[in-house]
T-cell receptor, first 112, second 113 residues
Framework: EAGVAQSPRYKIIEKRQSVAFWCNPI?????LYWYQQILGQGPKLLIQ????????DSQLPKDRFSAERLKGVDSTLKIQPAKLEDSAVYLC??????????FGPGTRLTVL | SQKIEQNSEALNIQEGKTATLTCNYT??????LQWYRQDPGRGPVFLLL?????KEKRKERLKVTFDTTLKQSLFHITASQPADSATYLC????????????FGTGTKLQVIP
């Protein structure tokens, strides 16, 4: 089966600009996650979707970050405006109900 | 949420030896614990899940133990190979459930030929 797809793989922007990331989960996976991973740290959950509903967004900086999952399949994560501290790898993952998460390759964001 | 501690210092071992990585947690006892492998520039890859009623689980050269009294999991790689060099992350579910997990910071393993 095809894995989790993410694009772009790399993005460089100036602070205060906006950026969007796209994720296509594994077919049939109802749960989709967005994580932020800062260098040297473990992934930190930003938002979790079950189908197209939000299950948890308690760690999402809602003043600048937003995410949606239309039709319960693809998802986009947006940052507007970006700050220097948003420089990180943004990982998308999906799962069925058996707790194993499948991760995409991530998008490396650099904010200058 | 859980506080998870993994050795932040890199672990260097000789090829052929057994690597042992530690994951300690505080707060409540989780129903299960997961281990993932992450290579540079890639997303984590799931390796093993061990449940609270399982003391030990094996998969090929991998062995995971789960001691709910010590609040600790040990991850062993026997007969280590240079290809095992990577960062290993443990992950535990949050008390809120619904498949949400918290990841540790990971331990970088370097297997020296």
């Amino acid at each position: 089966e095809a894995g989790v797809a993410q694009s772009p793989r790399y993005k460089i922007i100036e602070k205060r600009q906006s950026v969007a990331f796209w994720c296509n989960p594994i077919s049939g996976h109802a749960t989709l996650y967005w994580y932020q991973q800062i260098l040297g740290q473990g992934p930190k959950l930003l938002i979790q979707f079950q189908n197209n509903g939000v299950v948890d967004d308690s760690q999402l900086p809602k003043d600048r970050f937003s995410a949606e999952r239309l039709k319960g399949v693809d998802s986009t994560l947006k940052i507007q405006p970006a700050k220097l501290e948003d420089s990180a790898v943004y990982l998308c993952a999906s799962s069925r109900t058996d707790n194993e998460q499948f991760f995409g390759p991530g998008t490396r964001l650099t904010v200058l | 949420s859980q506080k998870i501690e993994q050795n932040s210092e890199a672990l260097n071992i000789q090829e052929g030896k057994t690597a042992t990585l530690t994951c300690n947690y505080t707060n409540y006892s989780p129903a299960y614990l997961q281990w993932y492998r992450q290579d540079p520039g890639r997303g984590p890859v799931f390796l093993l899940l061990i449940r609270e009623n399982e003391k030990e689980k094996r998969k090929e050269r991998l062995k995971v133990t789960f001691d709910t009294t010590l609040k600790q999991s040990l991850f062993h790689i026997t007969a280590s190979q240079p290809a095992d060099s990577a960062t290993y992350l443990c992950a535990l579910p949050n008390s809120g459930g619904y498949q949400k997990v918290t990841f540790g910071t990971g331990t970088k393993l370097q297997v020296i030929p």
